[in-house]
């Protein structure tokens, strides 16, 4: 389950990057949203009036206020570890996923191939561009510190289900159309809380 403020940020994600966010926040349920209208207002507030859909296009109304106050600076400034999803993490490229390492003493050198972030230094095929341990599967960038709320992961929610087990930016399955995500489809299946991987095609809770 995802804390209050990864729902913050998925919400200030999807509000950002979605043009049906109202559509995709439907599967917040009313105490979730609740929750998180209030964390934005930083007080407790009743909407035992409004609908659903109500407090939804409320919550991005409060949403895209907050974000215009932060751009015009009449906000004070944030600490690093409550900024916002809007601040972009430093990604590394593909290119510099993979470094050779000798093996062993023998007379022939073994060349083998190690992801290059130093949190995973995971060993890699010859023929591999990226790292599937750490990496986007979308861009094929990592994060130097990953934050989980920012990621999508395909997985296996019954013992004998198939997952490819990779994982993507947010970011970059809300702006790539095979993750189903904006056009609430994917291979003509209705996408309702879910996303398709765009490795495998499998669907997979958004909210877990």
């Known amino acids: 389950m995802l804390s209050l403020p990864d729902k913050q940020r ?30 934005e207002l930083g007080k407790e507030r009743k ?32 600490s690093p570890a409550k900024s916002c999803i809007g601040t972009k993490r430093k990604k590394k490229p593909a290119t510099q996923d993979l470094h050779h390492a000798p093996l062993g003493n023998s007379k022939e050198t073994v060349k083998t191939f190690l992801c290059q972030n130093v949190a995973c230094k995971a060993k890699l095929n010859p023929e591999d561009s990226f790292c599937k341990r750490c990496s986007c599967c979308i861009c094929h960038h990592y994060d130097d510190n990953k934050d989980p ?13 198939e997952s490819c087990g990779m994982s993507c930016h947010l970011q970059c399955a809300l702006s790539n159309q095979m993750s189903g995500i904006l056009k609430g489809s994917c291979g003509g299946v209705k996408l309702d809380g879910t996303f398709c991987c765009v490795s495998c095609g499998k669907i997979n809770e958004l909210m877990k």
Not at 18 to 24: E, N, P, T, V
Not at 52 to 78: A, C, R, W
Not at 149 to 161: G, H, I, V, Y
């Open 10 to 39: 998925l919400v200030r994600e999807i509000a950002r990057q979605s043009k049906d966010a109202s559509s995709m926040l439907q599967s917040f349920t009313r105490r979730e949203l609740l929750e998180i209208i209030c964390a």
């Open 47 to 78: 909407y035992t009036g409004y609908t659903k859909s109500q407090m939804i296009e409320h919550l991005l109304k409060i949403i895209s206020k907050n974000s215009n106050l932060h751009i015009n600076g009449n906000t004070p400034p944030q």
């Open 149 to 161: 709320s920012l990621w999508l992961t395909c997985s296996s929610d019954l013992p004998n289900e």
